[in-house]
């Protein structure tokens, strides 16, 4: 099942988990709509022609969804008993870390065995590298930024545009290193808003004529996007400011080739773990290798933001 917020690379993933079933003569059941279709018992008995040609496709047709069902006893019993029902003995949950926490709880009741697919373009899974879905916003956020840089250098403009990215900063810091921004702002570090005005000063005296400031959904100035710009309107007048919220187009569209390789091989190696009656992991990649990490820890675990990177991002904007 996919939950959570959808990302591209999730119809990617559900093909790996049911080809790798029937490559072992393994039933295979997709369920519809993540846990709360669990709750209904919307199944789905599938084999190696029902995902045909969704490698490409962006989106998941088993259908997401934040069950709050889920979050009571009651809920969970229900969907216990409907798996039971269906003869389904373990759980491939294609998600973020509110999908993993619902498999966690869902283990610790009723001892069935989870296996946990990073899923979300936020990359805020501890215990690999790259979650199911970042490749592809990152290069969609990227390709967006490039096409206000015109916008903006065409008129002179301060942009400041806000990236997805609740808790973590990695599609700001990495979009915003891609696509030459000025500023970057993430809810990792505090920039602060006077050093922030320094610094768009200091472009603009070096001769830049346009800016563009990438600051993610979570950052914690204290100020949404537009108070920032707001702020920056009254504090430099000489610039004409405007603000581009790119929101949900960042998680749709055609995986990327890394997010279709990436879900290919996450999806084999989940399957091969329940096989081997294993629970409670989640599949992931470090040093570019396939590995597990314990569902629990890379709920819990502090995936660190690359400190390296806001130095070059600083020294970029020399
Ligand atoms: O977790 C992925 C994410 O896209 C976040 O970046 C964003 O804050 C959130 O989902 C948006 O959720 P929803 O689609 O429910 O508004």
Redesign the pocket.
């Known amino acids: 099942m996919t939950s959570?917020?959808?990302?591209p690379g999730m119809n990617a993933a559900i093909r790996s988990v049911v080809r790798t079933c029937a490559y072992y003569s393994t039933e295979c059941v997709g369920i519809y709509r993540g846990y709360q279709g669990m709750i209904e018992g919307d199944f789905v008995t599938m084999t190696a022609r029902s995902v045909n040609n969704i490698i490409q496709k962006g989106g998941t047709i088993l259908k997401s969804a934040?069950s709050k069902e889920f979050m009571t006893a009651e809920g969970r019993k229900k969907a216990c008993d409907n798996l039971k029902e269906h003869d389904i003995d373990g759980l491939v949950v294609i998600g973020?870390d509110?999908s993993f926490t619902g498999g966690v709880v869902f283990n610790k009741e009723h001892n069935f065995p989870v296996i946990g697919i990073p899923g979300?373009?936020?990359n805020?899974i501890f215990g690999t590298s790259h979650t199911l879905g970042y490749d592809t916003?990152l290069n969609t956020a990227m390709d967006a930024i490039d096409k206000i840089r015109d916008t903006a250098s065409s008129h002179n403009r301060l942009f400041f545009v806000e990236v997805?990215?609740?808790?973590?900063g990695f599609?700001a810091l990495n979009t915003g290193v891609g696509a030459g921004a000025e500023e970057i702002l993430i809810p990792e570090e505090d920039l602060g808003l006077d050093r922030m005005l320094e610094s768009l000063k200091k472009s603009r005296r070096s001769g830049k004529s346009s800016s563009i400031v990438v600051v993610a959904?979570?950052d914690k100035s204290g100020r949404n996007v537009y108070q920032l710009a707001e702020y920056v309107e009254e504090n430099m007048p000489e610039y004409e400011v405007r603000v581009s919220v790119l929101g949900?187009m960042?998680?749709g569209g055609s995986p990327t080739c890394f997010d279709r390789v990436l879900a290919s091989r996450l999806g084999v190696k989940a399957v091969e773990l329940l096989i081997d009656g294993k629970s409670n992991l989640m599949v992931g990649l470090k040093n570019d290798k396939v590995s597990t990490t314990d569902l629990e820890k890379a709920i819990k675990g502090q995936c660190e933001i690359d400190m390296e990177l806001l130095r070059v991002s600083d020294i970029m904007t020399t």
């Open positions: 959570g917020g959808d990302a934040r973020g509110g979300t373009i936020d805020d916003a997805m990215g609740r808790d973590a599609i959904e979570g949900h960042q998680r």
